[in-house]
């Protein structure tokens, strides 16, 4: 690809070795170069197999593991090595030099790395930038994903405060009902919140009820 556009979307999403990337975009005809790709949206995906996995843990993306280790880890623990290492990380302690303080700094950068990551193509799934996903993150850790796809209502709140019906677009590509009381009250939140910033103080419960109406 000799797109600009996609080498710098590889470089906010952090794409390593080992790893599978599903680019998304469309063909553009340059003035120098001709027919291109051009990437707008590019998915990274953790390794699955043995092969990629040892490629990507050699990379020295994570601390402490060298290509040495990871020949190690990836031979004890075969295709659930990533599993082993976000889960259940104390069974690196089985490999000699991995203590338990190093193997806990392995886990915790392998799940913020992947947390982050995961956050963003959730992200851009529905339209959303990753500086937006970022933020998100950083405000709700790495539950994030989890957390928005329970209730994507939060979003109208802090940090990134986006429109109700940026949101409830969202909430109906998930199946979320109409009526549901995750909705009613982040319309009731988002209507107080919408005339405090307008310098109103209280509201009335019928004129609430209203602009939340509105809403929907």
């Not at 020295?60 to 004890?76: F, N, Q």
């Not at 950068?109 to 996903?133: D, K, L, N, S």
Request: net charge neutral.
């Amino acid at each position: 690809v000799r797109s600009s556009a996609a080498s710098d979307v590889y470089k906010r999403q952090g794409v390593d070795n080992g790893m599978s990337v599903t680019v998304y975009g469309h063909m553009v005809n340059h003035p120098s170069y001709g027919e291109q790709f051009r990437a707008e949206t590019i998915e990274a995906r953790l390794p699955e197999d043995r092969t990629a996995i040892l490629s990507y843990l050699s990379s020295g993306v994570l601390p402490y593991i060298g290509p040495s280790t990871a020949k190690k880890i990836v031979a004890k623990f075969g295709d659930d090595t990533l599993t082993v290492i976000a889960e259940t990380p104390q069974r690196l302690c089985e490999l000699k030099g991995i203590t338990e303080q190093k193997a806990a700094i392995i886990s915790n950068e392998f799940r913020r790395m992947y947390g982050v990551r995961e956050v963003v193509a959730w992200f851009a799934r529905y339209g959303m930038t990753a500086q937006q996903a970022v933020t998100c993150y950083r405000a709700l850790g790495p539950h994030t994903v989890e957390a928005l796809t329970q209730n994507p209502y939060l979003l109208c709140g802090d940090p990134l405060q986006l429109k109700f019906g940026q949101v409830d677009t969202i909430a109906a590509a998930l199946q979320f009902e109409t009526g549901c009381r995750l909705r009613v009250a982040a319309g009731l939140l988002y209507a107080l919140r919408h005339n405090a910033g307008t310098g109103h103080t209280c509201l009335c419960l019928l004129y609430t009820s209203d602009a939340a109406d509105d809403l929907t």
